[in-house]
């Protein structure tokens, strides 16, 4: 439900980090066209950048309910270049990788909801940047009529506005409210020309357009397909319809409920419960996880007892949406949410054959509209969302009447109709068909007055075309739509949707190239003059690759052998000879390879590099807490693990120590929390959230008090606000995962990799952090073909040397699992257990961690010294962000590995205030008496460097 005021929608902002000047939007042109119910506005926008440096741009937008991005255009040398649809996540890594490289790329994509946020680089410094945007739309219907408004978010920001309108249709358009600009009959159509400075536009321009007084039809082409709209006057239903006596309420309590207008949603509930009179509500809390029911008394439309719970219920963490059970006592479900389910389970829950489900947002253009509007309707229900108070009156007469009446479609030489019945209340009902015959019929039962049906027969060969592709795109938005209640399952079928039609979707974004090159790269076909080109030399790309992917496969195989080769080795357990200083260096590693030269750091020389990490190899020690993995007795180990450890003949087969180091944030907030009695943390957690609600930091260091003090349940849900805060932040959410995966909470770790690794499928990591969660959740055979996608993809050469890490997980999962591993390269099987494996990751890109083990002799792994006398091994040093960095000792000689971590630098803006790294310290490692422990640290200063732990072997 949207009303004009609903319309009203903030203006963009275009965000540019660390501009002295901020950017303007210097000049906007608005064309838009309404014919057959259908409107198309093209907004076309220059930016003037007035400082002496080059910047990026991102320009956060809503639109009004129904309105859809349908095309984008970005000039290239003075001429604008059409954008082309691809999967959302291949977008954004485009976009990043070829903004590392200095060129133009565009952006245009959907963050939440009916947001819309379009990147630009690079805005020229004291130059401009022209981009062009189109929105299309089924024109919303109201009693008076059509409501055609236009998006003037746009323009009035801007120094000078040029507006060209026009309407074909019958009967006299009529401005809602005063309008500069005047509708004159001209050329078959009303039309208008504007110009001036965007602040003499006022916040809302539109009119409403006389509706058809029948049946009305048209159709146009796309593609080489012809599609069918028909809009067919039916009765609105005015009775009001029999209430329930036992009402389920779920009650979205999560986060982003802070961004709801709760007294409106109130007041809707306070009309509904006030008509139900006697009854009783069964509520249930949506969080991050469904709460247990309670169960309220309505006597005579009281409900005080319930306003008060609802109104004191803290708004925090993520959004489980699906998290709930229907129970068959229940009449019918009211859903009271933005319906932003990011969380834990999202699918709709199945309702009993005669229950019903409504749904009530007061989030306004927050609202994820297309998913509650299917859920609802699956339920036979209706989608309620406000704007404000003033929509209170029309949600509340609308939930508490009868449904409107049902349109039926069917017919001849007709595919995927679609009735859309949004704006039956208000007595119109649409029908959208894909044309397969041009004697297509449609046949429609309608429903009169007195209930009863009359039959409308609409022949193609009678209906106008109005020209261009939106009937074509209202048909292929309509579909979108009603896939959109479970995206998961349905995310292939809406991706090719929305990318043979050009719509922005969860799914699917707008992406401009500047170069046939780039197109090639990364096998994007471009639109207009280079796609003849793109054709031509494409079939030889996709040759090139398929070659590159084997001759990957074989190195990794040669790397693997060469692991192999140490492995075997019998590495000596003495102390270290001592040499003659001219040949110190020589006599210990004559006994193997020398360790490869590490890579240089970009952002300085390798001698400086060097120099400084030697400057901060005095680490801070912190007190220790001990962990002890006791050794099994041995009539308990079995014969596989005594098979697979005895073949490594390991030095030590004793029990193993971990000591961790106890880490503890220094932040005047964090000093409050430790020092508040343990029940008493939550409520000054939510005192101080305010302060801190953008500062992931904040989250994490709560979450790790509240789980200190045995508040799992809280700190899980204090966690989950990392999901709530930055919408589709891939590093965010990865550090969730990690910190879900330290508190022993893999089921609820996996949806949250599932996620980062749709958001960044190009990154091994993500493969790699999904596989471990799998593998943790007891889903061997999931686990192993993620890890497997690790091994056998090309990745960019920055992430060389995690394929080896990733595949000693592998055949270590098949060792202690049996999972079928035929789909893995024969070459690359063989699992080789250690005694001491420690492995370092962290959650920023572009930034450079090192990862540093002290063995009993005082000598050092790390990435300049990557084999060691006694054997340990360092894995290749990680410059560009992310890790894993691994030292792997196979026999390890008794004494005390120390075990430390140095953040050398960054270049990025970092997503929790510093880099949060996350190091697995393991101990008979490949083995069933393998123990695991976990540390998750935050660093800020370049060149810091912490104690993370011991092992003790004795």
């Keep these: 439900m949207q009303t004009a005021a609903a319309q009203q929608v903030a203006a963009p902002v275009l965000k540019v980090a660390g501009a002295e000047q901020p950017v303007r939007l210097e000049q906007a042109r608005i064309d838009s066209h309404v014919a057959g119910g259908l409107g198309e506005t093209r907004i076309e926008l220059v930016f003037r950048n007035p400082n002496r440096r080059v910047l990026e741009g991102s320009l956060e937008f809503p639109l009004a309910e129904g309105q859809q991005v349908t095309g984008f255009a970005l000039d290239i040398d003075g001429v604008l270049r059409d954008a082309v649809p691809v999967p959302k996540a291949q977008g954004r890594q485009v976009f990043e990788a070829i903004e590392r490289r200095g060129v133009d790329p565009g952006l245009l994509e959907q963050t939440a909801g009916n947001q819309f946020r379009l990147r630009i680089y690079p805005i020229p410094a004291m130059g401009t940047r022209r981009v062009a945007i189109t ?46 600009l005047v509708l004159a009959p001209r050329d078959g159509a009303w039309r208008s020309r504007w110009q001036g400075s965007g602040m003499a536009l006022p916040a809302q321009l539109g009119w409403i357009l006389p509706l058809p007084r029948g049946v009305d039809a ?28 036992r009402v389920g309420l779920l009650w979205d309590a999560s986060g982003s409920a802070r961004n709801r207008d709760t007294a409106a949603e109130l007041a ?32 005579q439309g009281d409900w005080i007892a319930l306003r008060r719970h609802l109104e004191a219920l803290p708004r925090d963490g993520a959004s489980a949406l699906g998290d709930w059970t229907p129970q068959p006592d229940v009449d019918e479900y009211l859903l009271v949410s933005d319906g932003l389910a990011n969380y834990g389970k999202r699918d709709q829950p199945v309702l009993g054959a005669q229950q019903r489900l409504y749904a009530l947002s007061g989030a306004g253009a927050r609202t994820d509209s297309d998913r509650l509007r299917v859920w609802t309707r699956a339920g036979r229900g209706q989608l309620l969302v406000m704007d404000g108070a003033g929509d209170v009156e029309a949600a509340a007469a609308r939930l508490l009447r009868d449904n409107p009446a049902d349109v039926m479609a069917d017919g001849e030489g007709l595919a995927d109709l679609l009735i859309d019945p949004e704006r039956a209340d208000h007595g119109w009902v649409r029908v959208l068909g894909r044309v397969q015959r041009a004697d297509a019929v449609l046949r429609l039962q309608v429903p009169d007055e007195n209930g009863a049906r009359r039959t409308v027969t609409v022949r193609l060969a009678d209906v106008g075309d109005i020209g261009g592709e939106l009937v074509a795109h209202a048909w292929a938005d309509a579909q979108r739509r009603a896939l959109a209640g479970d995206p998961g399952a349905n995310r292939a079928a809406i991706q090719a949707l929305s990318q043979r039609f050009g719509l922005v979707g969860p799914d699917t974004s707008l992406l401009v190239l500047e170069t046939l090159d780039d197109y090639l790269r990364y096998g994007i076909r471009p639109a207009g003059p280079l796609q003849q080109a793109y054709d031509r030399q494409h079939a030889v790309t996709l040759a090139d690759d398929a070659a590159a992917r084997r001759q990957r496969l074989d190195t990794l195989a040669a790397q693997f052998a060469q692991r192999e080769a140490w492995w075997n080795r019998s590495w000596p357990k003495g102390a270290p000879p001592v040499a003659p200083p001219a040949k110190a260096m020589s006599a210990p590693m004559a006994m193997a390879p020398p360790a490869p030269p590490a890579p240089a ?14 400057e901060a190899a005095r680490s801070t020690s912190l007190d220790r807490i001990v962990v002890t993995g006791a050794r099994l007795p041995a009539d308990a180990e079995s014969a596989a693990d005594a098979d697979a450890y005895t073949a490594g003949d390991p030095a030590n087969r004793g029990a193993l120590k971990i000591s961790v180091a106890a880490w503890a944030p220094d932040s005047a907030y964090a000093r409050r929390l ?116 690790v091994v056998v993809r090309p990745w960019d050469a920055r992430f060389d040397g995690i394929s080896l890490i990733a595949l000693d997980e592998l055949t270590t999962l098949v060792a202690r699992t049996g999972v079928d591993a035929s789909a893995v390269d024969p070459r690359l099987r063989r699992a080789m257990p250690l005694d001491l494996r420690v492995v370092l990751s962290w959650d920023s890109d572009n930034s450079d961690m090192d990862l540093w083990v002290t063995d009993p002799n005082g000598e050092r792994a790390y990435y300049g010294n990557q084999l060691t006398y006694q054997g340990g091994q360092m894995s290749r040093d990680f410059t560009g962000g992310y890790g894993p960095e691994q030292f792997s000792l196979r026999q390890a000689k008794p004494g005390t590995y120390r075990v430390e971590a140095n953040y050398f630098g960054s270049r990025e803006q970092l997503v929790t205030g510093a880099t949060t790294l996350t190091l697995r310290l393991s101990t008979h490692w490949g083995s069933r008496r393998q123990q695991d422990q976990y540390v998750t640290l935050r660093l800020k200063e370049n060149s810091e460097t912490v104690l993370v732990g011991e092992f003790e072997v004795r």
């Design 268 to 299: 809707v509930l306070d009309r509904y419960f006030r008509a139900i009179g006697n009854g009783e509500v069964q509520l249930t809390v949506l969080r991050d996880r469904a709460e247990p029911s309670r169960r309220f008394a309505i006597r």
């Design 135 to 180: 929105v299309r739309e089924a024109l919303p219907v109201e009693a008076q009529g059509l409501r055609w408004t236009l998006p003037l978010q746009f323009a009035r920001q801007a120094q000078s506005v040029q507006l060209s309108l026009d309407a074909v249709g019958n009967g006299v358009p009529v401005a809602n409210g005063k309008s500069p």
């Design 601 to 614: 750091a970009p952002m300085m020389m390798a001698a400086e590099r060097a120099q400084r990490r030697e």
């Design 218 to 245: 048209v159709r146009g082409r796309f593609d080489g397909g012809q599609y069918l709209m028909v809009q067919v006057p039916v009765p609105v239903e005015a009775r009001a319809r029999t209430l329930p006596r």
């Design 674 to 789: 430790r020092a508040a009695r343990p029940d008493a943390v939550y409520a000054l957690y939510l005192q101080e959230r305010d302060d801190h609600a953008d500062s992931s930091a904040f989250y994490l260091d709560v979450a790790d008090i509240l789980l200190a003090h045995g508040q799992r349940d809280l700190a899980l849900r204090v966690l989950s606000n990392l999901a709530e805060m930055q919408l589709e932040n891939r590093h965010v959410l990865r550090v969730l995962g990690y910190r879900l995966m330290q508190a022993k909470a893999p089921a609820l770790a996996v949806p949250v990799f599932r996620d980062v690794l749709a958001l960044g499928e190009e990154e091994p990591q993500s493969f790699r952090d999904l596989a471990l969660a799998l593998e943790a959740n007891n889903q061997p055979a999931e686990a192993l073909a993620a890890f497997n996608e």
